[in-house]
């Protein structure tokens, strides 16, 4: 593998320090070897050393590899319903892969995927045979009948069976079957459907979800598999303070939290993962007229209920819900999150180190520090300034994961240096 040098770029760590100008980062081996001043980074002394790529980024924003905490790798937005029921499970699949190629080039090296991926897109990340961000998976969301993973016609026909179909349980101890099943089949995360939502036919944000009996059981049962989490959609407020209460790792949406649950949220450290390019998308075009109700309903208080979580200053970590929007713009989710009351060095935590954190993974990625995974950022774009920039997968010109450049429109730049 080429080490590579990345020469006077203008560092922000992921740790929410200040930026660093006049800053060398050296990868080797697939992890950053070293950082520091300019001109002061040096290869260790090597009898025999490889090939070493040099790129002058002067005037350029260095940044982590970006996480994405919520994402359906293999949903396409705008699908047709039925005509995905109708399609071979291998289409779907092979469908998913610009979704993951387009994921990478937006800035997101690592992303957590909430129903619809099985494990093999896991492993195929893993073994390179498709480029896309390393991913954690949930498989599927496991529901009550009638809430929010329960796609059953109303006459009880179940209409998709493929990897992504929800698991209906109804019982505590239905439900401990259900997370061991999942578990089964490779999961990293439990997902539950807390409370119903604007996406699904018979539940709302208010109902539909899992008794808090319900996801104690979900919560103990996960934490018994070597300490899995519980990612909860929850939408409405009293399933929100059921699945915080019951001691999920994750809210999902959390659209209508109210003071008491964010109060709770700080003290527990429970995550909030606001998917708020999916709350302030446009309702599509031809979409049935319950969901376009539903989600007006919705939108006008969660703006200002999500804004008074955000600055209470509980734990965010950035989730865009790419699947229902668009692949690969995951990065306006950032602007999202500072016009909701984070500080942009804020939002940039949330995206890196807060959301390695989260997942697990800050001991390998999130921050740019020696011996950390180089999972790697490099942008045109000044984030602090301009962070609603990012959203613009151009503006993303080099991407490193894993020490290996996996997206590279430098070559131009490289030419006519941006010092010019
Ligand atoms: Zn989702």
């Known amino acids: 593998m080429t080490d590579l040098l990345l020469r006077d770029v203008r560092l922000l760590d992921g740790t929410g320090a200040p930026p660093a100008p006049g800053t060398d980062v050296l990868v080797s081996d697939g992890l950053v070897a070293a ?43 705008g699908a047709d319903a039925l005509a995905t029921v109708l399609a071979p499970e291998s289409l779907l699949t092979l469908r998913a892969v610009p979704h993951l190629s387009a994921t990478l080039d937006a800035g997101v090296t690592t992303a957590r995927d909430l129903a619809g991926a099985d494990s093999g897109f896991r492993e195929a990340v893993e073994q390179g045979l498709v480029r896309g961000p390393r991913l954690q998976v949930a498989i599927r969301i496991l529901s009550v009948t009638g809430g929010h993973g329960d796609w059953r016609t109303v006459d009880g026909v179940a209409l998709d069976t493929g990897p992504g179909a929800g698991a209906v349980a109804d019982s505590p101890a239905e439900f401990v079957r259900a997370v061991r099943e999942v578990i089964r089949q490779g999961a990293d995360w439990v997902k539950v459907a807390a409370t119903g939502g604007t996406g699904s036919p018979r539940s709302t944000p208010e109902s539909g979800g899992l008794s808090e009996a319900e996801l104690r059981a979900v919560v103990e049962e996960a934490a018994r598999h070597g300490g899995v989490g519980v990612a909860a959609h929850a939408q409405g407020a009293a399933g929100i303070a059921a699945a915080v209460r019951a001691g999920v790792r994750s809210i999902e949406h959390g659209y209508l939290v109210d003071d008491a649950t964010i109060d709770l949220m700080g003290e527990r450290g429970t995550w909030l993962v606001p998917t708020l390019a999916t709350l302030t998308r446009p309702v599509a075009a031809g979409a049935p007229p319950w969901v376009e109700a539903k989600r007006r309903a919705l939108r006008e208080q969660a703006g200002e209920r999500l ?57 390998q990625v999130g921050t740019v520090a020696p011996g950390r ?19 613009d997968p151009r503006r993303v010109r080099l991407v490193v994961q894993d020490g290996r450049v996996v997206k590279d429109t430098l070559a131009d730049a490289e030419r006519t240096p941006a010092r010019a």
């Open 35 to 77: 950082v520091g001043p300019t001109g002061t980074v040096v290869r260790p002394a090597d009898p025999d050393p490889g090939a070493l790529r040099v790129v002058d980024a002067a005037g350029r924003t260095l940044l982590p590899g970006f996480l994405d905490c919520h994402v359906h790798v293999s949903s396409l937005p």
């Open 307 to 363: 804004h008074a979580a955000l600055t209470a200053g509980i734990p965010v970590a950035l989730g865009t819900d790419a699947g229902v929007v668009a692949h690969g713009s995951n990065l306006a989710e950032l602007a999202l999150l500072v016009e909701h009351g984070l500080s942009p060095a804020a939002a940039l935590v949330a995206g890196t180190s807060g959301a390695a954190r989260m997942l697990g993974v800050d001991d």
């Open 373 to 391: 995974r180089a999972d790697l950022v490099l942008t045109d774009v000044d984030p602090l300034t301009s962070i609603a920039a990012l959203a």
